[in-house]
């Protein structure tokens, strides 16, 4: 689940979900499943390592996950060198982050102006569902692009 949803439930909070949560809760699972895949060829420690820490920390996971693709020499599987040197999770934890700001932006407006027709609040709730979705399709076009490439 998305950093908010996660945090409110924690914290025993009310939360209003956005599409943006639905577009950063696909990442965790994305993250996920690179790192619980055994079927990504021969696993090695490290593998299991970052498993491990995913199990502990997502947060630290995603980091060691974004920072070792550059160096071919770690010792992790082939899917997941690959899918770290391409900076797939980075680009979309971008996305999320602007996605998110323009969200908090659209939401502050809608507020400040007094908008109580909640017909607006639908079409900007889905203009960012909209946004995020074609966000998301660019960067597997663009994954798909440079890994077919090579």
Known sequence: MS?????????GESYLQSPVDDIESFSWVLLYGIVQNSAQGP??????????????????AL??????????????????????????????????????????Q?????RTTGVQDSQVWELCYHAAAVSGLSAVIQILIDFKNSTSQK
Do not use: I
């Open 3 to 11: 950093d908010g949803s996660r945090l409110a439930l924690q914290n």
């Open 43 to 60: 696993r090695s420690s490290r593998d299991d390592l970052l498993q491990r820490t995913l199990d502990k920390s997502r947060d630290a």
């Open 63 to 104: 980091n060691q996950f974004n920072r070792f693709g550059a160096d071919p020499t770690m010792d992790y599987c082939l899917l997941t060198h690959t899918l770290s040197a391409s900076r797939l999770l980075r680009k979309y934890e971008d996305a999320t982050y602007n996605l998110r700001n323009r969200w908090v």
């Open 106 to 110: 659209d939401c502050h407006v809608l």
